[in-house]
Each structure stands twice: as structure tokens, then as C-alpha cells.
């Protein structure tokens, strides 16, 4: 992020509360509308590297915090940034201190409380490359945010249909979901397409 827009998006984080909440708003909405121009091209995983990942993660922690502040068409901008900067630096296994801590906040952010299934399903085809402790925490915040059928759904689409050869991967994100205590009305659909396998 550019050093002058930088200091003058933490400025308005730090002021918010003194200012006018309208005002407020606009400039934080003003100052991502620059971000992201200036930034279009990390919208595309090819145009990151990993030197500069740290930063742009970094860029994303901030971007984060002001999220109560965007629209609906800026959030889904940050969506789809956010989804860009975890694929990058979870396949290419880049070194970034407290990566798994802004997992976990895009996890709490985007799944359970703005319930984005864009960010929902990033992570999931993500979930192999994270520790057991953020791939705990995906499946409580989807079971918290009501989203368990739906992450199913996506899955079985993904597969196309439930085989022999791929009902026990579907059975995992079942297991994975009683787990975190979804209940069985959200499960039941996975559950019959598996059984017509057996």
C-alpha cells in the first residue's frame, strides 16, 4: 500500500470514532475506492509474488478492519481480494508471520458474520493446506452461520456426483460438520447420496 494512503487510512481508522459516522463512512469508502484502483492488478493471483505477499496480506488485515464500513459492492470487492491473497500464499507455502491468525479473522469475518459463500468456498479447497486448528474453526463458524447444507451442496457439485470412489471424501465433510454440531436435517441430502452408493 502506498505510504501516504496508508498513513491516512490508519488516521481515519483512528479518528472514526470522534468524526461524523457519515463523514466517516465516506472517507474510508473513498480511501479503499483508491486502494483498489491503484491495487487492480492483485485482484489476479499471476500478479502476486512472494516478496511483496507479506505486504499485501498486510494491506488485507487493514482492509479487514474497516469492513462495517464498505457497501455491499466494496465487501465483495475485499471478498474476492481476500480469496486471491489466501490461494496464493497457501499453494505457493509462503512464509508469513501470523498468517493462520488472519485466516481465523477472515474466517469469523466473511463466514460468520457476513455468511460470503465466495469466501466459503475458497477456504474449503483450501482446507488442506491449513493446521487442524483453523480447519476446526471453519467448520464451527459454518455450522454456526447456518451454512452447513450449503457447503455440502457446493461440494457434491464439485464432485459432480457421489460414487464408491468418492463417497468416504463425502462422508469426511459430514463427519467434520456433526462435529462442529450441525444437526442432522442439515446433513440429511449428503447422507441419502451416500447411502444410494452402499
Known amino acids: 500500500m ?15 470514532d470522534q468524526a461524523n459516522k457519515t463523514q466517516a463512512t465516506h472517507c474510508i469508502r473513498e480511501t479503499f475506492d483508491r486502494y483498489m484502483s491503484i491495487n487492480q ?13 507479506k505486504q499485501h496480506v498486510s494491506d488485507c488485515q487493514m482492509l479487514l478492519e474497516l469492513m462495517e464500513y464498505l457497501d455491499r459492492k466494496r465487501k465483495r470487492q475485499l471478498s474476492r481480494l481476500v ?3 489466501i490461494e ?9 508471520y501470523d498468517f493462520d491468525k488472519y485466516l481465523l479473522k477472515v474466517i469469523r469475518r466473511f463466514i460468520n458474520m457476513e455468511r460470503d459463500t465466495s469466501v466459503m468456498f475458497c477456504i474449503f479447497c483450501m482446507l488442506d493446506y491449513c493446521h487442524n486448528d483453523i480447519q476446526d474453526t471453519y467448520y464451527l463458524n459454518i455450522v454456526r452461520s447456518g451454512l452447513s447444507g450449503t457447503l455440502l451442496e457446493y461440494y457434491i457439485d464439485l464432485l459432480g456426483t457421489v460414487t464408491n470412489q468418492n463417497k468416504e471424501s463425502v462422508l469426511d465433510v459430514v463427519q467434520n460438520l456433526k462435529t462442529a454440531g450441525a444437526q442432522r436435517v442439515d446433513l440429511e441430502e ?3 447420496l451416500v447411502c444410494i452408493c452402499e
Open 2 to 16: 502506498d505510504e501516504r494512503i496508508k498513513l491516512e487510512y490508519l488516521n481515519r481508522i483512528k479518528n472514526t
Open 41 to 53: 492488478h492483485l485482484m489476479s493471483s499471476q500478479f502476486w509474488n512472494k516478496m511483496e505477499a
Open 83 to 85: 480469496c486471491v491473497s
Open 88 to 96: 496464493y500464499c497457501l499453494t505457493n507455502r509462503c512464509k508469513i
Open 190 to 192: 449428503a447422507i441419502k
